[in-house]
């Protein structure tokens, strides 16, 4: 079956300007997580959402970075007023619950470049 | 707070030389230990999840075993196209509704196999 698909696979942007990353999760998983992984530094986790529950924000880095999830599928991340310390590769991940296996799988990601 | 910590950070190993990848962290209660295989400019690629102390996964070359402070990763006869980055992740209790499900990656092994 298909994957978790993001968009775009890269993404070039100058300081200061408004990003916003898209995730596809698998059909019917109800969990969705975003990562980040820069150059050097393992992934990082930044938000959650499981079902019609509150997400977990407490990953997120700043104020400027955000994200939501419609309809309990697409979800979108979105970064205002980029810096250059945001540049990484951002990952998407869902995972199927309501199971006992309990691992994510993972799409391609959005490699971010910041000028 | 999870740590995981992988050793060595890289390996160069021939052809048919065996060898183990090491990975160990840290948990408030372990729920999980997972490996995943990372390919250049790829999303991780889920290979095991582990539940226990004692418990073993086979997939090939590839078998991973866990103890309650490390899990290693042991590669049989290698072949070039096990080239790639290993990373090891762990997830920790749910802790009052927030973070379930969020994994605690260590910086990943650079495995390169020569022929």
């Known amino acids: 079956g298909a994957g978790v698909s993001q968009s775009p696979s890269n993404k070039v942007t100058e300081k200061g300007k408004d990003v916003e990353l898209r995730c596809d999760p698998i059909s019917g998983h109800t969990a969705l997580y975003w990562y980040r992984q820069s150059l050097g530094q393992g992934l990082e986790f930044l938000i959650y959402f499981q079902g019609n529950s509150a997400p977990d924000k407490s990953g997120l880095p700043s104020d400027r970075f955000s994200a939501e999830r419609t309809g309990g599928s697409v979800s979108t991340l979105t970064i205002q007023r980029t810096q250059q310390e945001d540049s990484a590769v951002y990952l998407c991940a869902s995972r199927l619950t309501g199971t006992a296996m309990r691992e994510q799988y993972f799409g391609p990601g959005t490699r971010l470049t910041v000028t | 707070e999870d740590q995981v910590t992988q050793s060595p950070e890289a390996l160069r190993l021939q052809e048919g030389e065996s060898s183990s990848l090491n990975c160990s962290y840290t948990?408030?209660?372990?729920?999980?230990l997972f490996w995943y295989r990372q390919d250049p400019g790829k999303g991780p690629e889920f290979l095991f999840t582990l539940y226990s102390a004692g418990e073993e996964k086979e997939k090939e070359r590839l078998k991973a075993t866990l103890t309650k402070k490390e899990s290693f990763l042991h590669i049989t006869a290698p072949k070039p196209e096990d080239s790639a980055t290993y990373l090891c992740a762990v997830q920790g209790l749910y802790a009052g509704g927030t973070s379930y499900g969020k994994l605690t990656f260590g910086q990943g092994t650079i495995l390169t196999v020569h022929p």
């Open positions: 948990v408030s209660g372990l729920r999980g």
